[in-house]
């Protein structure tokens, strides 16, 4: 089962969908006149200041903020820490600077994504909003099209359980293990509680937790980031030029280290770029039709934020890190000279980074930061999974799902998930091209609400401002 998983991943992530991914964000791009540019100090602004009047009169189920956050904290989780180490220490430098491009193109799939979300979301028979991508796929293309929604929804749940769920629940249980000497079923048995009592308090609870953690996570991690960089301030400007003239150039061999050809920066880059942020998998359009916004282009403004956030800033904080230590160079550290073990790999050589630098101080930083982002990646997900399972079953079995969905996290714990990582992986293809194919379809839709905003209300608001 796992040979046949790896090859269809092989296919699945291999140079044609990786060529879709940056094509789509690319057309968009271009379609919107790089709208994620010269917006995106607007952007922050709806993200981060008190709710609007009108906003807060919108109908919905939660601020843009809490959107927000319950996105981030689903997509701020392990590929940041681990994710970006991969990528550097296979890719080298150059793969940091394919993750930004990668990064900015990806916020304006977001914020299309978004968009579509809000414009097509429905409601349930609790009162609630759902949108997302089978929503927009179905409604917005028409029900022959309905099988590409159906298929979307049914990776998208089973994708949950694994990459948002279990895979994030042995990454914990392994920190734990090794770092606190705590056994696997022990911390499988505090995270199903855990995750009972929030997930069971329903879409509030998730995103009050998740706007109250994700901001500490990250003041957590990118704080421990800046001061290595700053303790290392002379070594910036080095690091930049490691990136730029790696993005275009190979990494020479040397000793026993077979070098890096561009080839695997500019993969490694966009891979690992596409698994920290989700732009492209429709995964942020599952909470984004959940805001009140009195338009939709204002939350698909917010939304594109997170993908700033998490690329532009927490990967760029990794990266940096990794470079000014040395230990993205298994010969020994070009920059630094620091000795380090050349088979440490992922979450444990960001770890040893932090302490190479900072101590125990900088080991303990990683690992609280692996703890939490991984369990806010397993509640953030969590509406992710119910949002998808929803719209193949409707409401009356949702309690099902989240049965089965506490359950993972528990032995997610306890499990050896190489198979699950596979299925994970493909799952998360599987929802990313009907995605795509119903973002690029319903371009026209994007690019009307989009000039309808900013010919309209955007000038009104402006107005009374000034």
Known sequence: ?????????????????????????????????????????????????????????????????????????????????????????????????WMWVVGLLGMATKYAEALLAMKYRVKNKNGEYSGGPMYYIELGLGRKFKWLAVAFALFGAFAALGIGNSVQSNTIADVMDNFLGIDGWITGLILVILTALIILGGLQRISTV??????????????GSLIIIAMNYDQIIPSFQLIFHYAFHPVAASGGFMGIVVSEAIRNGISRGIFSNEAGLGTAALIAGNARADHPVKQALVAMTGTFIVTIIVCTM?????????????TGGSLSGVPHNAALEGGALTTAAFGSVLGTVGEWIVTLSVIFFGFSTIVGWYVYGEKCFEYLAGVRFIGVYRAVYIAAAGIGAVASLTTVWAFADMANALMMIPNLIGLVLLYKVIKNETDDFFQGQFKKERKKVS
């Open 210 to 223: 998740a706007g109250f953690f994700v901001p500490i996570m990250a003041f957590l991690y990118i704080g």
């Open 318 to 330: 990794t990266g940096l890190t990794l470079l000014m230590t040395g230990f993205w160079d298994p």
């Open 1 to 97: 089962m796992l040979d046949i998983l790896q090859k269809i991943n092989g296919v699945l992530w291999g140079t044609p969908s990786l060529v879709l991914l940056v094509g789509t964000g690319l057309f968009l791009t271009i379609l919107l006149r790089g709208l994620q540019f010269h917006r995106l100090l607007y952007a922050f602004k709806l993200a981060f200041t008190k709710e609007s009047a009108e906003d807060s009169k919108a109908e919905g189920d939660v601020s843009n903020f809490k959107a927000l956050m319950t996105a981030l904290a689903a997509t701020i989780g392990n590929g940041n820490i681990a994710g970006v180490a991969t990528a550097v220490t296979i890719g080298g430098p150059g793969a940091i600077f």
